[in-house]
T-cell receptor, first 115, second 112 residues
Framework: KAGVTQTPRYLIKTRGQQVTLSCSPI?????VSWYQQTPGQGLQFLFE???????NKGNFPGRFSGRQFSNSRSEMNVSTLELGDSALYLC??????????????FGPGTRLTVL | GDSVTQMEGPVTLSEEAFLTINCTYT??????LFWYVQYPGEGLQLLLK?????DKGSNKGFEATYRKETTSFHLEKGSVQVSDSAVYFC???????????FGQGTTLQVKP
């Protein structure tokens, strides 16, 4: 099976712009989670989607949003970019509806640089 | 709230040395515990996991045992290789909704 894919791999934007990142989960996986990774804050959970519904959300401002499509592909959007949004954004998918025993499989990430 | 604490890095070892990376957690309920590894320029790869107390996860020579009494999940390997150089993350999941809580990561550098 193909792994989790994320596009684009690299992005450069300027402050005030908006950006959309895409994630395609492993075939058959229905849950998609997003994380932000920065040197200062480490890995932080953004949100999780299952069956097109957001089930859990981290402590990020409303500028960060996401959605999931019927084929389980997911997008996240960041509006009004700030310098502090520069980070590696990781997407992860897992097979089932929940259960803390599920393993999350991560994509390679999208490196966003805000100038 | 739930949290994970890892030992400070970087950890520098010679090839074939014994590795321990400490991980302790605070959680309500009964979390599943994970170790992920991140190689330079890549995403996270699952290394091993344990879903209940006293479970031992193992993979590629790495092991970790879920110790509920000490709330720990220390990562060990008997003989490290240069190719093991990476950042290691301990994580837990109690939410049943795809939310992993990560430690700050420990950088391992193995020298020939």
């Amino acid at each position: 099976k193909a792994g989790v894919t994320q596009t684009p791999r690299y992005l450069i934007k300027t402050r005030g712009q908006q950006v959309t990142l895409s994630c395609s989960p492993i075939s058959g996986h229905r849950s998609v989670s997003w994380y932000q990774q920065t040197p200062g804050q480490g890995l932080q959970f953004l949100f999780e989607y299952f069956s097109e519904t957001q089930r859990n959300k981290g402590n990020f401002p409303g500028r960060f949003s996401g959605r999931q499509f019927s084929n389980s592909r997911s997008e996240m959007n960041v509006s009004t970019l700030e310098l502090g949004d520069s980070a590696l954004y990781l997407c992860a998918s897992s097979p089932e509806a929940g259960g803390s025993t599920d393993t999350q499989y991560f994509g390679p990430g999208t490196r966003l640089t805000v100038l | 709230g739930d949290s994970v604490t890892q030992m400070e890095g970087p950890v520098t070892l010679s090839e074939e040395a014994f590795l321990t990376i400490n991980c302790t957690y605070t959680a309500t309920g009964y979390p599943s515990l994970f170790w992920y590894v991140q190689y330079p320029g890549e995403g996270l790869q699952l290394l091993l996991k344990a879903t209940k107390a006293d479970d031992k996860g193992s993979n590629k020579g790495f092991e970790a045992t879920y110790r509920k009494e000490t709330t720990s999940f220390h990562l060990e390997k008997g003989s490290v290789q240069v190719s093991d150089s990476a950042v290691y993350f301990c994580a837990l999941d109690t939410s049943n909704t795809g939310k992993l809580i990560f430690g700050q990561g420990t950088t391992l550098q193995v020298k020939p």
